[in-house]
């Protein structure tokens, strides 16, 4: 599936497929879907040329997308394809308790090789650029919310004779445009940016940002999916790494071992002070209104 030709409507490349969910690595610049009549290649009209008896024509777009990826950014997209697992995957973002890790290409050097970036973004409320965020303290900045990403090194090179820097970025909020704008905010925009990079950036071929790993913590059987690594000089020679500092898979598991860790201490301490709360299973029914609540929170995990 890493190629650099355009999207079309056969190639769409299957990661997971089970009776409940999809799992697609989805192609850069394309939509997931449109409201537009003349927008006709998008992976909902990819996934019905596919996979036309999954279809449910009781939603709106025929498939239920369980969060976003940007329309420049390449990657894992989950797919539920009933309204009980919709709502077990709606739960887990609502709970924020979903790993997901981005592969980035960004411009110049970074001499930090593991940080967090905690710029806190907001709307711009400039006319004319409302389809951008900004970062806390920018003109036009509007209801700016906390922010968090975690960024590693992988490797250093060049992206046709430019220094770039290879990274692993992992989004601990969902801020619209998050990785985006934390990337720029640093000085290190993503290869390929034309928005963040204030219309300068625009003779690769594609935005270099690909949702990498996708973890899902689904009872009992949790979603662990990645979408291979497209920065590679066998897909885009323009790409020529010259020094490694880490190997993506190891970089991956210590991250997934680092959240599970958390997640087993956050649990003792609630043992601890007697905070733990027993629920009882309950069927999960998807109601009109719960679909638009849930459709308007994963607009905000929007992150690349």
């Known amino acids: 599936m890493m190629t650099t030709e355009p999207a079309s409507i056969e190639n769409l490349h299957v990661l997971h497929h089970s009776k409940d969910f999809l799992v697609l690595d989805k192609h850069w610049d394309i939509r997931i879907d449109s409201k537009m009549w003349y927008e006709k290649l998008t992976v909902q009209a990819q996934l019905q040329h596919h996979f036309p008896d999954l279809a449910d024509p009781s939603t709106y777009y025929g498939f239920r997308f369980c969060h976003q990826l940007d329309f420049s950014t390449s990657g894992a997209l989950c797919v539920a394809l009933n309204k009980a697992a919709a709502g077990r995957a709606y739960r887990c973002f609502k709970d924020r308790t979903v790993t997901k890790a981005y592969l980035a290409l960004v411009r110049g050097t970074v001499e930090e090789t593991t940080q967090t970036i905690r710029f806190s973004i907001g709307k711009n409320s400039t006319e004319g650029k409302k389809h951008m965020m900004l970062i806390e303290g920018s003109e036009g900045c509007e209801n700016p919310k906390p922010s968090e990403t975690k960024l590693?090194?992988?490797?250093?090179?060049?992206?046709?004779?430019?220094?770039?820097?290879?990274?692993?970025?992992?989004p601990l909020t969902g801020r619209t445009h998050q990785l985006r704008v934390h990337c720029s905010a640093i000085g290190h925009s993503i290869v390929g940016d034309f928005t963040y990079s204030l219309g300068t950036d625009n003779s690769p071929y594609r935005m270099m940002l690909h949702a990498h790993l996708l973890h899902i913590p689904l009872e009992p059987d949790p979603l662990l999916v990645t979408a291979g690594d497209p920065f590679v000089p066998t897909v885009d020679p323009k790409w020529l790494p010259q020094r490694s500092l880490r190997t993506l898979t190891p970089t991956v598991e210590a991250l997934l071992e680092n959240r599970k860790t958390k997640k087993e201490d956050k649990g003792l301490v609630e043992i601890e002070k007697g905070e733990i709360k027993l629920k009882k299973d309950e069927s999960i029914e998807e109601s009109e209104e719960q679909r638009r609540i849930c459709q308007q929170w994963l607009s905000e995990w929007a992150v690349d």
């Open 152 to 170: 590693t090194v992988l490797e250093y090179g060049l992206y046709d004779g430019d220094p770039v820097t290879k990274v692993l970025l992992q």
